[in-house]
């Protein structure tokens, strides 16, 4: 079945320095969607990537989506103690209809002061 | 800025009993999903509804469960007989589009007894 999965599983840098995380999925899809979850809260979008798009950019995100090896990258630059958080790749496969995402098992980020 | 509300934040129930979780999604969305992420474990599509109908829904979302608009606001979520493997947090979610960010509500954290 699809799936999302990210590694690593937890990522712990200190402030300043970039955070690279990176997410493989097994079938065809539309788009891919990066999200953020901080502890025990709901879930905040931050950048998706369509299945025709290489890399985006979005402040300080870059995503880069590899369409034959089915992975995508997220890269968080010059991170923040704000930016610990767990991050998730979520997949749209949808033939027709609303979406369904799935989501990965998600990287848990911690940035130290 | 818009944003999806959901209420209960958290609900106690004993095992067996009915719940019902309820989302207010963003106003001009047409399109509404609810997820559920287990303690630790990924977030997991349950069903996404659309014209007042149920467009897709995953092996979780059972006849156990059932979703409702029941007025121009509301979108629910009905657990009847609810069982220990129900705990979770319940996240409603909605979209402009088939394609595209969904906006997901703060979720309900369910505990069942």
């Known amino acids: 079945s699809q799936q999302g999965e990210e590694d690593p599983q937890a990522l712990s840098i200190q402030e300043g320095e970039n955070a690279t995380m990176n997410c493989s999925y097994k079938?065809?899809?539309?788009?891919l969607q990066w999200y953020r979850q901080n502890s025990g809260r709901g879930l905040v979008h931050l950048i998706l990537i369509r299945s025709n798009e290489r890399e985006k950019h979005s402040g300080r995100l870059r995503v880069t989506l590899d369409t034959s090896k089915k992975s995508s990258s997220l890269l968080i630059t010059a991170s923040r103690a704000a930016d610990t958080a767990s991050y998730f790749c979520?997949?749209?496969?949808?033939?027709?209809?609303?979406?369904?995402?799935?989501f990965g098992q998600g990287t848990r980020l911690t940035i130290n002061p | 800025e818009p944003e999806v509300t959901q209420t209960p934040s958290h609900q106690v129930t004993q095992m067996g009993q009915e719940v019902i979780l309820r989302c207010v999604p963003i106003s001009n969305h047409l399109y509404f999903y609810w997820y559920r992420q287990i303690l630790g474990q990924k977030v997991e599509f349950l069903v996404s509804f659309y014209n007042n109908e149920i467009s897709e829904k995953s092996e979780i979302f059972d006849d156990q469960f059932s979703v409702e608009r029941p007025d121009g606001s509301n979108f629910t979520l009905k657990i009847r007989s609810t069982k220990l493997e129900d705990s979770a947090m319940y996240f409603c979610a909605s979209s402009s589009g088939t394609v595209g960010e969904q906006f997901f509500g703060p979720g309900t954290r369910l505990t069942v007894l």
């Open positions: 979520a997949t749209d496969a949808s033939i027709q209809g609303a979406q369904k995402l799935v």
């Open positions: 079938t065809s899809i539309n788009n």
